[in-house]
């Protein structure tokens, strides 16, 4: 029996982690200005004061592109040819303007004039300024936008970007370009330069970009140990900026919304190495993003920063070998293929969802700026003050013609959603509200929300799924009522098949009352919430939804799972999932546990035991100074008596085994048919140093002659 385990760990190389990646599309077309005059407040009756009154008014702007069968674009329209109605109600268009930009290809305003070029000992930091009323500034002007995201780059690749940014300066930017400046370097997004003209402005800015100002290299890793820089897009850094992803499409969608204070059309030409998707955990924040744009006016244009790649089919120098034996398999290979267009999908997403287009596998970088350029010619501002000023926030459809006379084809956005106060919301109001975000396509990511779903079978033919939602305690309000403080929380989830169909859901509001001192930690810790439901093997989609019930913000997360029938595993040892934890903790605790009552799954629910809650680590991000808890449970079907297993677990930084436990044996077990062995460690990981590793969990059947693999990637803070 020693002898064929031993064999069976020489031969198998360490589980690399899969990862999955999705290039997403949404189209929510919603946008709405607003603007309120305060006239006054009622006086006093016999008061001397005027009587005066508070009105507010709505501001709709729409851009449309009106262009000929040929495309070309007609001009010479006035406002008296366009009909505008709101939901079939006719609207009076109060603002009208048409926006000429021709291009001259190669034309540089500079001309022969020396250029005056300074490096800056420090960059400073500006703001988009916005349009004040009566300020033809940017009339007949080209609004674009240069992002550099150096996070998302090496240094060849940032030197790449800049230069061609310095060369479009200098021999395509016409007199109709005005630029502006923004980067990313894993803080706040800074605004190098406001919209300008001012050539020499601009290359002095590059040029100081270019000889390392700031570049982002001086940062250290972004984990969960990294402060809270209390940026606009910032996630909860103790735990949840672990998802490096959401935060850099978070700084995108802080980029999008500065540059919606301006009516104009905006293009956001983004430069970066790619952007991968991990797995499903950044599609919320990639439709956050992409509909942060289309609200702001904004469209994305990616530049793949890496050009035209050449790649090893191993990986280049600077790539270990993968050592394993998809080397000789083609696997390897393949994953390094597919690793470079999934970091693309994301920029084809990001442009085609925004009305622009992703420059990928071009060496001339500049090319990308001028697509961006040479896409926005002609169009029309128009705008008007809705009739419908009731804050009902329903979805309001604009529809736009031109005069029967005249045929073209226009281009514009469909409508908006209107604004509504929450604290004007009644009972009915906030129920459809949940029900509304939770029928909508798109995500909502007003609160920060990660997820956690399992799977323990309970028959041959159901499985209990154990689901924990966790989010940051900083984001969500407190309130004073009766002496105590407490948080109120909305939950709505639903659950649906492979057809779409809703096989379960839950309804929640939670009360959590808080005592003085978890009222101090709450800024500081986050909320789980846990709920569980019985389901049969198959593929399934879970949308979850949370509302602050006193602010009325709203976070969803939805994601796809899979529970497979263990009853055909044949080949392995049957093994539910496997829960990552560094807290047990009481039933009661509020802070932890956010579900109201007795728990409604504790008899089926196996994280539950004595009294004391396993608490997966939903981001998998440990403390050295805690214990990290394994559990998980093997399935022996068919068995007349329980057959023992051996277990282990075993930690890799790379390809190399930083830490292991001793094998255990597992020989106790239910005596139901599935014969259900409970697995479980407790690990110690004070000597081991601050980094990512990837957790593998080993189970084996050495009677059977059988084995199990687990594995996922963890990160380790003091």
Not at 203 to 232: F, K, N, R
Not at 400 to 428: E, M
Not at 549 to 572: C, V
């Amino acid at each position: 029996m020693r002898n064929w385990w031993q064999s069976i760990l020489v031969g198998q190389p360490m589980l690399a982690a899969g990862r999955l990646s999705a290039g997403l599309s949404c189209c929510l077309l919603a946008a709405v200005a607003l603007q309120a005059q305060q006239i006054g407040q009622n006086a006093q009756p016999g008061s001397s004061a005027t009587p005066t009154f508070t009105t507010s008014t709505q501001l709709v702007v729409e851009s449309v592109v009106v262009t000929d069968k040929k495309g070309s674009p007609i001009e010479g329209l006035t406002a008296k040819d366009f009909t505008v109605t709101e939901n079939g109600a006719p609207q009076e268009i109060r603002f009208f303007d048409h926006e000429n930009l021709p291009l001259t290809p190669g034309a540089a305003p500079a001309g022969s004039e020396p250029e005056h070029i300074h490096i800056y000992d420090k960059l400073g930091r500006t703001k988009i300024s916005p349009e004040t009323p009566g300020n033809t500034r940017y009339k007949d002007r080209r609004l674009m936008a240069l992002y550099f995201d150096m996070t998302a780059m090496p240094p060849g690749d940032q030197l790449r970007s800049l230069a061609a940014a310095e060369k479009f300066i200098r021999t395509q930017m016409t007199p109709a370009d005005l630029m502006a400046i923004l980067r990313y370097t894993g803080g706040a997004v800074d605004v190098l330069q406001d919209f300008t003209a001012d050539h020499d402005r601009l290359l002095s800015i590059i040029q100081t970009m270019i000889v390392g100002e700031g570049q982002g290299l001086d940062y250290s890793t972004d984990d969960a140990s990294s402060a809270d820089t209390g940026a606009a897009f910032g996630q909860d850094d103790s735990e949840f900026n672990i998802f490096n992803t959401d935060r850099q499409l978070s700084a995108l969608q802080t980029a999008a919304n500065m540059l919606g204070q301006l009516s104009e059309k905006k293009s956001l030409i983004y430069f970066a190495s790619g952007l991968r998707l991990n797995g499903l955990n950044n599609q919320a924040q990639l439709h956050a993003t992409i509909n942060a744009a289309i609200r702001a006016g904004v469209s994305f244009w990616p530049i793949d920063a890496r050009g035209l790649v050449a790649q090893a089919p191993l990986g280049d120098a600077t790539t270990g070998s993968p050592g394993n034996i998809g080397m000789y398999s083609g696997a390897a290979a393949l994953a390094v293929t597919s690793n470079l267009q999934q970091s693309q999908d994301t920029l084809y997403a990001l442009a085609s969802d925004t009305g622009g287009k992703a420059l990928l596998d071009y060496n001339d970088l500049s090319k990308g700026i001028l697509q961006a350029e040479q896409s926005v010619s002609s169009y029309y501002i128009i705008g008007y003050y809705t009739t419908n000023t009731a804050p009902d926030g329903k979805f309001r459809r604009i529809k736009i013609s031109l005069n029967p006379d005249l045929a073209a084809n226009l281009d514009y956005r469909q409508g908006y959603f209107a604004g509504k106060q929450f604290g004007k919301f009644t009972a009915a109001d906030k129920e459809r509200q949940l029900e509304d975000a939770l029928m909508l396509p798109d995500p909502i990511t007003e609160l920060t929300i990660a997820m956690e779903v399992d799977y323990f079978q309970l028959n041959r033919a159901e499985y209990f799924v154990p689901v924990v939602v966790k989010i940051p305690g900083r984001e969500l309000a407190l309130a004073k009522k009766g002496g105590a403080e407490r948080t109120l929380i909305d939950f709505v989830g639903e659950i649906k098949d492979n057809y779409g169909t809703t096989i379960t859901n839950v309804r929640d509001k939670v009360d959590v009352r808080l005592s003085d001192a978890t009222a101090l930690e709450l800024a500081k810790r986050p909320i789980e919430y846990d709920a569980g439901f019985t389901l049969l093997p198959g593929k399934y989609t879970i949308k979850f939804l949370a509302r602050d019930a006193e602010t009325g913000r709203i976070g969803t997360y939805q994601t796809s799972f899979l529970i497979p029938n263990l009853n055909k595993e044949e080949k392995r040892v049957p093994i539910s999932s496997v829960v990552l934890s560094s807290q047990r903790v009481d039933l009661k605790d509020a802070l932890y546990n956010a579900v109201k009552g007795k728990d409604r799954s504790e008899t089926a629910n196996p994280l539950v035991r004595e009294g004391q809650k396993l608490i997966p680590s939903v981001t998998r991000v440990f403390s050295r100074g805690r214990d990290m808890y394994v559990y998980l449970q093997a399935y022996e079907q068919g068995a007349a008596t329980v057959q023992p297993l051996i277990a282990f677990v075993s930690l890799y930084a790379g390809q190399k085994k930083a830490f292991e436990t001793q094998p255990i044996e597992i020989t106790s077990g239910s005596n139901d048919r599935l014969k259900t062995m409970p697995i479980q460690f407790s690990m110690a990981l004070g000597e081991l140093p601050p980094g990512k590793y990837d957790c593998q969990v080993t189970v084996l059947d050495p009677t059977g002659q059988k084995a199990a693999f687990w594995q996922a990637p963890i990160v380790l803070v003091p």
